[in-house]
């Protein structure tokens, strides 16, 4: 588990909340102490008077690897109430915008966060992908749900059931993110956009959000659960400890006893 406190930065500015994954040399790879202040970080801008606008980064180079394979399984999620859960549900109800710029790689969580965000930058070197199954898991953060109404089913099942990487051209064209620059470009282009947003009556925005929104919340907060629940127990069972021996190991998994 990492002790760097400053694995995640948050800094506030004329209404625009910036979370800036900082663990480069993990990849950004994030760990239960990084789910804590990412749950936060969203429930301090939610009832912040001075925020507006959330904005999500990473580095130029990686968005995020996705969870920290060794902190998950030295501390995996127990219960509903552990820091991915906590995070997951605090980013799903936000009330106010969320805009995230993304390039690099953006492995699992670190791609279906982005379902849950409002506006999405990308890198024309982003990669986007949900490996769930090749760790001997299902989808999280309620992409079971929201990524077959994004991409359609037959793209959705490519993306779920293969987890194979997809680029930002294909990201653009499924709607999953707003814009593809270059990636020196990308965060800036996402204050650009938040600083838009912050100028505008906050009443509006919220509602607006709220009525995009609305009737979806509460199923989502029961799928979230429900791979929630599923996700617990797969991951006691024999696929995922193979999959994930394989990784600490460096070898390909045997799946054919599983």
Do not use: W
Not at 30 to 37: E, I, K, P, Q, V
Not at 120 to 129: I, L, P, Q, R, T
């Amino acid at each position: 588990m990492s002790d760097n406190a400053n694995d995640i930065l948050v800094h506030t500015e004329a209404g625009v909340t910036t979370i800036t994954f900082n663990r480069v040399d993990k990849k950004n790879s994030l760990t239960r102490a990084m789910y804590s202040a990412l749950a936060d970080a969203f429930e301090a801008a939610a009832q912040g008077t001075d925020v507006r606008v959330v904005v999500l980064q990473g580095d130029l180079a990686i968005f995020s690897a996705g969870n920290d394979i060794g902190d998950f399984l030295q501390q995996p999620p127990a219960s509903q109430d552990s820091p991915v859960f906590r995070f997951l549900r605090a980013i799903a109800t936000f009330p106010k915008p969320v805009v995230a710029a993304v390039c690099g790689p953006a492995v699992g969580i670190g791609t279906t966060m982005l379902l849950h965000c409002d506006l999405v930058y990308a890198g024309d070197n982003a990669a986007f992908s949900m490996p769930f199954v090749n760790l001997g898991l299902c989808p999280e953060a309620a992409s079971s749900l929201l990524v077959p109404q994004m991409l359609g089913y037959h793209r959705a099942a490519e993306a779920l059931l293969l987890g194979e990487p997809f680029l930002a051209e294909a990201a653009l064209e499924v709607g999953l993110v707003n814009r593809v620059v270059p990636p020196t470009e990308c965060n800036a282009v996402a204050q650009a956009q938040a600083k838009k947003l912050a100028a505008k009556p906050l009443s509006a925005l919220v509602e607006t959000k709220r009525l995009l929104k609305k009737g979806q919340t509460a199923t989502v907060l029961e799928r979230m659960a429900e791979e929630g629940e599923s996700f617990g127990r797969m991951l006691r069972e024999p696929a995922a400890r193979e999959a994930f021996t394989a990784f600490m190991e460096k070898r390909k998994p045997d799946f054919s006893q599983c």
